[in-house]
């Protein structure tokens, strides 16, 4: 099995030149760059999660390693600020908000409903001797209502069954209240308000559910919590696109009183992390669209990031093989350095299979729903 394993990695790297020149060019690279850059510390993260931990061997890489987390709130960021940049290349189209939904709708629903019936399956019929993210045997049907209609963000302790679909949930409920935000968040003042009342609304949410469910898990992931990382995104959209910035004085010191008053009253620590965390991603994201240093702006990085939807769920499934085949740890944890090498070859294992599956999945299948979404969208007008 490993001997086979190492073929298809040998094929697909001897492939990669080819697959990357036949990707249509895209005008904004460094947008694609920064999802590939995403996906690369969701991986990261993920990846710690099996075999030989980090956590005793290395307070810093583990450290490294957590940070990969923010992941997540880097496409919130990279999501916000491209509708926002599609929204006003197609703001005099008819239905707009219809066919902004269809657009939506044939992105992310269908891939999304092919991975719950695959993780389903896998765990009714094959994974019933390992260990499984969701026992489905145990579900109710209320819970696969709500987490067929993306309601999973409206209850506390909700479980996914699909692994990492709470982010897909938040992006659905961002989607919800765009055509509100297309309406009137018309420049970077209204858009630094909206942040203001996007991190108030989070430090009353986190306040009340710490009060009703102090051992809840769940804060972190809940749109409530996550809304602000979406409004910086719409923030960066303006600063970008705004020749003449001119900002109310008040925002400016609502801004510098309220941030830090929201970190330290903010109940759980990770909350409070999640915002540091993305106010330095949006320094990034700016310093990345100024400068597009070939480092972080590349063909490579870009053709990573048109497939990172797929791979952020297929690469879940990918190391649950890993780990039930015993592919997580290639030699004896005997040494730090062994851990380390271990857990390099392991996170470029899982890097490479999921790559190979996700390029399948973009090209055949987020394609093909993509093209029907903008075929109904012609039939309609």
Known sequence: MKEEMFNIFSIFVHSLPKILFELEPKKY???DSLRGIAILMVLLIHNGGYGSSLHDISPLLDKIRLAGRYGVQLFFLVSAYTLMLSHQSRYVENKSTRNFFIRRLFRI???YYIALVI?????????SNYDVVVNFKEISLPDIIRNLFFLNNFYINMPFYVPGGWSIVAEITFYLLLPVIYKYITNLNKALLLFIVSVAISLVFSVLVINIYPNTNTLFISFPTQ???FILGIVLFFIVSQKNISVNKWLIVALVIGTPIYIYFIPTENVSDCLRASLILFLFFYIVHKKQYRVVVNPFLSFVGKISFSMYLIHFGVLFWM???GFVDFMPSTTSMACIVNFIIRYVVMFVISCGLSYLSYQYVEKYFIKKGKGLIRRLS
């Open 29 to 31: 690279e460094y947008i």
């Open 109 to 111: 629903v269908p891939i």
């Open 119 to 127: 993780y389903a399956f896998d765990s009714f019929l094959i994974a």
């Open 227 to 229: 809304f602000p990382v």
């Open 323 to 325: 780990s039930r085949l």
